[in-house]
């Protein structure tokens, strides 16, 4: 009996429950897993917080947006350019594929809209689950497609159809390379302009003014702060910002010159630039071939579309921005560098020869014979090449380039249109030795002073050229805003005596009344003053040149310059181009005498 107690003993003091560390661990652990609760519960309540409660508010509370409506543009004269139309879309909130009726929904919307079902839920995954404003889904509905989406709108729960901004080219083809157009934004142009305030559906603009003013014309987005319940079903609109629209544009451009240029330029490639030669106002700028602008405001561009855009003859590229080699107008600038340079005195008379021959380079008039003894008006009277030769040898290269640089070539004029016009090319010893790996020479110079060889200008910087003259020797910037502050602003002088000035207006002069343009000089014209250009272009293997003309009216105090340039047309200035402004001039002065404004010879 004793053994039980000695065991009972043995067993009791062998016990190890409470006794040690153990206590000590618990509480530890029990501290430590408290003070991970409440680390946890403090991080999700202060640091993360605010986004919970963002979440809360996007399942309870709805963004539905409004977009601004773009500003009008509109011509000198008050006549629409560029508007808004109201068409209907259809938008969806952007967790819509996720939900179960998506599986009725996503077909039967793909059905009526004519759109595949996985390019609608791309649009819904671009957006966002998370995103608390409507996706639009597609825009300008017709009729049979509203009708249908009416008709199966309970099978369409969460589709909604909203009238939105949309923009209408009323003129069309007529002033594309001027007004432009607008596009939805691309997905990659999204991300790049999300910091500016693009949303996703939203346009912006390409080419023409649209591009260039687009901050001015965009406007900025509003909406309303809607309550939903749990079903998305608004109850109470909690705010409202008004969208705020873009400002109106009022242009430089006259409609019905632009019209008429239009009209005069045809089917041939080329451009037309009208300006107000005092202060750089463009009243008119064609290049053909065009496009039609509204095209770019239809959901989808068909295959017949896409061809128009992107043929061989390149309608989308402005040729009135766009550079070629400037043939005899640059005589101008040869007349300048001469006068100036005070190498040529303006009673200078020289011989003209049917060629020359230069550094073992026969150089040839263009008929061939030569036109005897010149002087600096009947030079450009007769757009003789074989006095301009000797000029040139007389005035040296650098001079002639130093001129040609002071007129504005070789540089962009300062138009609203920077990113689409070019700069054109003024070459020099060190381009040429860069391009061709050879120094320049008396022939560069020689080809130059009838404006060929490498020597690349706009139909807008010869427009400019040709306002030196016009105006009594100053270089103006073309600009598209209607300004009506002081002509100095837009213009600096090029500091020419005046002795050249009078020798250009009188040389121009005698274009029209003796010389290679006697086409212009009609009675039912004020006197018009202007240059004939043909510049030696090949297209593929055939020689087809360009044809240049220059002009202005009335001679002696203007107020209308234009210059016209028919591309690879494969005749002269004074047969292509010069009937060009004909048009344009007749028409112009046309309905000035109508309004009783025209001055006559």
């Given at each position: 009996?004793?053994?039980?107690?000695?065991?009972?003993?043995?067993?009791?003091?062998?016990?190890?429950?409470?006794?040690?560390?153990?206590?000590?661990?618990?509480?530890?652990?029990?501290?430590?897993?408290?003070?991970?609760?409440?680390?946890?519960?403090?991080?999700?309540?202060?640091?993360?917080?605010?986004?919970?409660?963002?979440?809360?508010?996007?399942?309870?509370?709805?963004?539905?947006?409004?977009?601004?409506?773009?500003?009008?543009?509109?011509?000198?004269?008050?006549?629409?350019?560029?508007?808004?139309?109201?068409?209907?879309?259809?938008?969806?909130?952007?967790?819509?594929?996720?939900?179960?009726?998506?599986?009725?929904?996503?077909?039967?919307?793909?059905?009526?809209?004519?759109?595949?079902?996985?390019?609608?839920?791309?649009?819904?995954?671009?957006?966002?689950?998370?995103?608390?404003?409507?996706?639009?889904?597609?825009?300008?509905?017709?009729?049979?497609?509203?009708?249908?989406?009416?008709?199966?709108?309970?099978?369409?729960?969460?589709?909604?159809?909203?009238?939105?901004?949309?923009?209408?080219?009323?003129?069309?083809?007529?002033?594309?390379?001027?007004?432009?157009?607008?596009?939805?934004?691309?997905?990659?142009?999204?991300?790049?302009?999300?910091?500016?305030?693009?949303?996703?559906?939203?346009?912006?603009?390409?080419?023409?003014?649209?591009?260039?003013?687009?901050?001015?014309?965009?406007?900025?987005?509003?909406?309303?702060?809607?309550?939903?319940?749990?079903?998305?079903?608004?109850?109470?609109?909690?705010?409202?910002?008004?969208?705020?629209?873009?400002?109106?544009?009022?242009?430089?451009?006259?409609?019905?010159?632009?019209?008429?240029?239009?009209?005069?330029?045809?089917?041939?490639?080329?451009?037309?630039?009208?300006?107000?030669?005092?202060?750089?106002?463009?009243?008119?700028?064609?290049?053909?071939?065009?496009?039609?602008?509204?095209?770019?405001?239809?959901?989808?561009?068909?295959?017949?579309?896409?061809?128009?855009?992107?043929?061989?003859?390149?309608?989308?590229?402005?040729?009135?921005?766009?550079?070629?080699?400037?043939?005899?107008?640059?005589?101008?600038?040869?007349?300048?560098?001469?006068?100036?340079?005070?190498?040529?005195?303006?009673?200078?008379?020289?011989?003209?020869?049917?060629?020359?021959?230069?550094?073992?380079?026969?150089?040839?008039?263009?008929?061939?014979?030569?036109?005897?003894?010149?002087?600096?008006?009947?030079?450009?009277?007769?757009?003789?090449?074989?006095?301009?030769?000797?000029?040139?040898?007389?005035?040296?290269?650098?001079?002639?380039?130093?001129?040609?640089?002071?007129?504005?070539?070789?540089?962009?004029?300062?138009?609203?249109?920077?990113?689409?016009?070019?700069?054109?090319?003024?070459?020099?010893?060190?381009?040429?030795?860069?391009?061709?790996?050879?120094?320049?020479?008396?022939?560069?110079?020689?080809?130059?002073?009838?404006?060929?060889?490498?020597?690349?200008?706009?139909?807008?910087?010869?427009?400019?050229?040709?306002?030196?003259?016009?105006?009594?020797?100053y270089r103006v910037q073309p600009h598209l805003l209607k300004d009506d502050g002081d002509a100095k602003k837009w213009r600096e002088s090029l500091n020419m005596k005046p002795v050249t000035v009078k020798i250009l207006r009188d040389g121009l002069r005698k274009v029209i009344t003796e010389g290679t343009a006697q086409a212009l000089n009609k009675p039912n014209l004020p006197p018009v003053a202007g240059k004939t250009g043909t510049a030696e272009a090949w297209k593929g293997r055939a020689k087809q040149n360009h044809a240049w003309f220059g002009a202005y009216a009335p001679a002696d105090k203007p107020e209308i310059l234009v210059v016209a340039f028919g591309e690879h047309s494969g005749g002269g200035g004074g047969s292509v181009a010069a009937p060009m402004i004909l048009e344009i001039f007749e028409d112009y002065f046309a309905r000035k005498k109508a309004s009783g404004t025209v001055r006559r010879k």
């Open positions: 009996m004793a053994i039980l107690p000695s065991l009972l003993s043995i067993q009791k003091n062998t016990r190890t429950v409470g006794r040690g560390s153990q206590p000590l661990f618990l509480i530890l652990f029990t501290l430590l897993m408290t003070s991970g609760i409440g680390a946890r519960l403090a991080y999700l309540q202060i640091m993360e917080g605010p986004k919970h409660k963002e979440r809360a508010e996007s399942n309870r509370i709805r963004m539905i947006t409004k977009q601004p409506e773009r500003g009008n543009i509109f011509d000198r004269n008050g006549k629409l350019l560029a508007t808004t139309r109201y068409p209907r879309s259809v938008y969806l909130w952007p967790m819509a594929h996720t939900q179960p009726s998506w599986l009725v929904v996503g077909p039967l919307l793909s059905q009526i809209l004519e759109i595949p079902q996985a390019e609608i839920e791309q649009k819904l995954i671009d957006a966002g689950v998370n995103s608390a404003s409507l996706v639009r889904i597609a825009r300008n509905l017709n009729d049979a497609q509203v009708t249908a989406l009416k008709e199966y709108e309970t099978e369409l729960a969460g589709v909604e159809i909203n009238t939105e901004a949309m923009r209408y080219y009323p003129q069309g083809k007529i002033t594309a390379h001027i007004i432009g157009y607008t596009r939805e934004l691309t997905a990659e142009q999204l991300k790049e302009k999300r910091s500016q305030g693009y949303r996703l559906g939203d346009v912006i603009g390409h080419m023409g003014v649209e591009k260039a003013y687009e901050k001015t014309l965009r406007g900025e987005w509003g909406g309303q702060q809607v309550e939903v319940d749990g079903a998305g079903r608004p109850l109470r609109v909690l705010g409202e910002k008004q969208a705020q629209a873009g400002n109106d544009l009022h242009l430089t451009i006259d409609l019905e010159i632009q019209k008429v240029a239009e009209k005069a330029i045809g089917r041939r490639n080329g451009a037309i630039v009208a300006l107000n030669p005092n202060n750089g106002e463009v009243l008119a700028m064609v290049s053909h071939p065009t496009f039609d602008p509204n095209i770019f405001s239809k959901p989808k561009l068909s295959q017949k579309d896409w061809e128009s855009l992107q043929n061989a003859e390149h309608p989308l590229v402005n040729r009135a921005l766009s550079v070629f080699p400037p043939a005899s107008t640059f005589k101008i600038v040869t007349t300048t560098a001469a006068l100036e340079s005070g190498k040529f005195s303006p009673n200078t008379v020289l011989q003209t020869y049917g060629y020359l021959n230069i550094g073992g380079t026969r150089f040839g008039e263009w008929n061939h014979a030569g036109f005897g003894p010149l002087g600096f008006v009947g030079a450009m009277q007769w757009s003789s090449d074989t006095f301009f030769y000797q000029i040139a040898k007389g005035i040296g290269g650098p001079t002639l380039i130093d001129w040609t640089r002071r007129y504005g070539f070789g540089e962009k004029t300062g138009f609203d249109f920077a990113t689409e016009e070019a700069k054109g090319l003024v070459p020099d010893d060190t381009w040429k030795r860069k391009a061709w790996k050879m120094p320049w020479t008396v022939g560069d110079t020689v080809n130059m002073s009838i404006g060929q060889g490498a020597l690349q200008t706009s139909p807008l910087q010869v427009a400019v050229m040709f306002a030196v003259p016009a105006n009594g020797g």
